[in-house]
């Protein structure tokens, strides 16, 4: 199913759908969020952006701290949404196919 906002990668729509809760509960704005993470207000910009790349683990792992967010279900999401560690939801990068296929 697609998400109009977020797309059609459902672990990526949950993480960012999370992180806009947490942005919103901490009343903070995208630059002050990166002026407190210290991350580059591009960086955060992207995070939340709903065609933009899959952040970072260590990208996700900054905000989750800085929003107060559950880490470790943040990672699992941000795995999920790249594609890592079995959970699918995204597509792989780098040449060939992965051994699975």
Known sequence: MRDEQYGDNPALTELRRTLDGGLARMRLDKKALAVRARLG?????????????????????????????????????????????GGGGGEHSGPGRPIGE
Do not use: I, M, N, Y
Request: charged share 15%.
């Open 41 to 85: 207000r591009t960086t955060v910009s992207q995070a939340f952006q709903s065609d933009g790349p899959v952040p970072s683990a260590q990208t996700v792992a900054v905000l989750a701290r800085v929003l107060k967010l559950p880490a470790a279900e943040l990672l699992t999401l941000q795995r999920d949404a790249a594609g890592v560690g």
